[in-house]
């Protein structure tokens, strides 16, 4: 009885953290462009700029460590 306990007790302190950090969350679509007060760490937005090429949209992306914001065109179905 006591093993189980330990095992799920482990579990929970392990696969917790997994389910709601910022890298496993799904990217939103935001209608003004991101900034880096307006993002949290590892934090992925996309927003249409109009830079990108027919078919892309900008996928913004907030560094973890450092207050910078990378962009970058990725198709609008994912699939690329």
Do not use: W
């Not at 935001?30 to 900008?58: H, N, Q, R, W, Y």
């Not at 913004?60 to 962009?71: A, P």
């Amino acid at each position: 009885m006591f093993r189980i306990l330990v095992i799920l007790f482990l579990a929970v302190v392990f696969a917790g953290p997994a389910t709601v950090s910022p890298a496993n969350a799904q990217t939103r679509m935001v209608k003004t462009k991101p900034t880096p007060a307006t993002m949290a760490a590892g934090e992925s937005v996309l927003f249409d700029d109009k830079s990108c090429p027919a078919g892309m949209i900008a996928r913004y992306t907030k560094s973890q460590r450092k207050e910078q914001i990378g962009k970058r065109c990725v198709h609008l179905n994912g699939t690329r």
